[in-house]
């Protein structure tokens, strides 16, 4: 008799972003003259960057050809891309080419990488946090039972609270795996580095690993703060380190990432590197060709110009958000070093509450802080990838429903 994962009824029965996706839609469907503002997925919006483009075109000619035709694609990446990103990203920190793997998104990495570790490991995250790294635990029976105010059993869970400037303490149980993203998502605040050297310290003391989430480092604007996990003493013994084009680059709908995983670091005498080297070739056959001509190009000087663009473009957004919403008497945090700006719901009110005010009264789309943990209860967030125009709109009508 088939038996299926049972680990997966554990879970609700949609994708967060699903949900709000429905709710949208249902939204739309009775009021098809509204138009509707989304500042909730973290979706670009700005076009690809002409050498990315270019880049990707002469990519797609070479393989009309036969003399220029590609097949699969090596499962780690080419080495054109890995080396530049090593060269690019990774200079003077110890990371190389063989280090890097490229993929098709900084989610399927940070999803899969617990395949390499134990079902007894004992998982650390944020709360709030990025939703999938507690669902994909869950998925693999490495979470235990859901326990209502409470969470997972099995998970650690370490409070970002707003009188820690959301920042995580170490926690009382000592985790073997420990997820941190920053700048974050959901909350939008980056971690200095004094404190992220902490962490990798807390890891080598504790023979913990550091799964580092860096998909917003393009953001950082703030001196002090680490780009990569990687500038802090001893990383490369304790760290493994993912990052994404998507972001950085406006590939969300072409899809390339990558995820650095040092030759030093080891469990039990056993490469993560090399394990990680023979998860990757047994499930992906490598990413295209023509993507990953597009991703070089994001290196070139003309590339590099023309991203900052983009991500000054995305800061501004940012920028409107935060002063119009305290204009507004809002609450807010983030939106400096990250796309994404963390609010204060009205008192009163649950974040669900806020996001059906929100979509029904104001025809404006975020996300609710309690899909990203318990500790997201209150809060909401907002993000600054559509246009500016729509930035604008959607922020003068939660002025004008709230002040």
Same mark, same amino acid.
């Given at each position: 008799?088939?038996?299926?994962?049972?680990?997966?009824?554990?879970?609700?029965?949609?994708?967060?972003?699903?949900?709000?996706?429905?709710?949208?839609?249902?939204?739309?469907?009775?009021?098809?003259?509204?138009?509707?503002?989304?500042?909730?997925?973290?979706?670009?919006?700005?076009?690809?960057?002409?050498? #990315?483009?270019?880049?990707?075109?002469?990519?797609?000619?070479?393989?009309?050809?036969?003399?220029?035709?590609?097949?699969?694609?090596?499962?780690?990446?080419?080495?054109?891309?890995?080396?530049?990103?090593?060269?690019?990203?990774?200079?003077?920190?110890?990371?190389?080419?063989?280090?890097?793997?490229?993929?098709?998104?900084?989610?399927?990495?940070?999803?899969?990488?617990?395949?390499?570790?134990?079902?007894?490991?004992?998982?650390?995250?944020?709360?709030?946090?990025?939703?999938?790294?507690?669902?994909?635990?869950?998925?693999?029976?490495?979470?235990?039972?859901?326990?209502?105010?409470?969470?997972?059993?099995?998970?650690?869970?370490?409070?970002?609270?707003?009188?820690?400037?959301?920042?995580?303490?170490?926690?009382?149980?000592?985790?073997?795996?420990?997820?941190?993203?920053?700048?974050?998502?959901?909350?939008?605040?980056?971690?200095?580095?004094?404190?992220?050297?902490?962490?990798?310290?807390?890891?080598?003391?504790?023979?913990?690993?550091?799964?580092?989430?860096?998909?917003?480092?393009?953001?950082?604007?703030?001196?002090? #703060?680490?780009?990569?996990?990687?500038?802090?003493?001893?990383?490369?013994?304790?760290?493994?380190?993912?990052?994404?084009?998507?972001?950085?680059?406006?590939?969300?709908?072409?899809?390339?990432?990558?995820?650095?995983?040092?030759?030093?670091?080891?469990?039990?005498?056993?490469?993560?590197?090399?394990?990680?080297?023979?998860?990757?070739?047994?499930?992906?056959?490598?990413?295209?060709?023509?993507?990953?001509?597009?991703?070089?190009?994001?290196?070139?000087?003309?590339?590099?110009?023309?991203?900052?663009?983009?991500?000054?473009?995305?800061?501004?957004?940012?920028?409107?958000?935060?002063?119009?919403?305290?204009?507004?008497?809002?609450?807010?945090?983030?939106?400096?070093?990250?796309?994404?700006?963390?609010?204060?719901?009205?008192?009163?009110?649950?974040?669900?509450?806020?996001?059906?005010?929100?979509?029904?009264?104001?025809?404006?789309?975020?996300?609710?802080?309690?899909?990203?943990?318990?500790?997201?209860?209150?809060?909401?967030?907002?993000?600054?990838?559509?246009?500016?125009?729509?930035?604008?709109?959607?922020?003068?009508?939660?002025?004008?429903?709230?002040?």
């Amino acid at each position: 008799m088939v038996k299926v994962n049972e680990n997966f009824a554990k879970l609700p029965a949609s994708y967060l972003f699903v949900e709000i996706d429905n709710r949208v839609k249902a939204f739309q469907k009775a009021h098809p003259e509204q138009e509707v503002l989304r500042l909730g997925i973290g979706d670009v919006t700005r076009p690809l960057v002409k050498p #990315v483009v270019d880049a990707m075109k002469k990519a797609a000619d070479e393989m009309g050809h036969a003399e220029t035709f590609r097949g699969y694609a090596p499962e780690n990446g080419y080495a054109f891309l890995r080396e530049a990103i090593a060269a690019h990203d990774y200079k003077g920190l110890g990371i190389d080419a063989d280090d890097i793997f490229v993929s098709d998104g900084a989610k399927s990495d940070t999803a899969s990488i617990g395949d390499i570790f134990g079902l007894d490991n004992a998982v650390a995250v944020c709360d709030p946090v990025y939703p999938v790294y507690v669902d994909t635990n869950v998925m693999a029976g490495r979470a235990g039972d859901f326990v209502e105010g409470k969470g997972w059993s099995k998970i650690v869970y370490m409070p970002c609270l707003e009188e820690n400037c959301f920042l995580p303490s170490f926690p009382e149980q000592v985790p073997d795996l420990i997820y941190l993203c920053f700048p974050n998502n959901p909350s939008g605040v980056s971690m200095p580095k004094t404190q992220l050297q902490a962490w990798v310290d807390y890891a080598n003391k504790n023979g913990s690993i550091i799964l580092y989430d860096a998909a917003y480092e393009s953001f950082i604007v703030t001196p002090g #703060v680490p780009h990569s996990i990687f500038e802090c003493e001893g990383a490369e013994n304790c760290a493994i380190e993912f990052r994404s084009f998507s972001k950085t680059a406006g590939f969300t709908g072409v899809r390339c990432a990558f995820t650095a995983v040092p030759k030093k670091l080891q469990v039990g005498g056993v490469s993560l590197n090399q394990m990680w080297a023979r998860h990757q070739s047994t499930k992906m056959n490598g990413v295209s060709y023509p993507v990953q001509r597009a991703a070089e190009a994001v290196y070139s000087d003309e590339g590099q110009k023309l991203i900052r663009e983009n991500i000054d473009y995305y800061h501004n957004n940012a920028r409107i958000i935060l002063e119009g919403l305290k204009q507004a008497g809002f609450t807010v945090y983030g939106g400096v070093d990250s796309p994404y700006v963390w609010m204060k719901v009205p008192a009163g009110m649950t974040s669900w509450q806020f996001f059906d005010e929100l979509l029904t009264k104001c025809a404006v789309v975020g996300t609710p802080g309690s899909g990203f943990g318990i500790h997201g209860e209150g809060y909401f967030r907002l993000t600054s990838f559509n246009t500016t125009e729509n930035t604008t709109k959607a922020v003068q009508r939660i002025i004008e429903r709230f002040q």
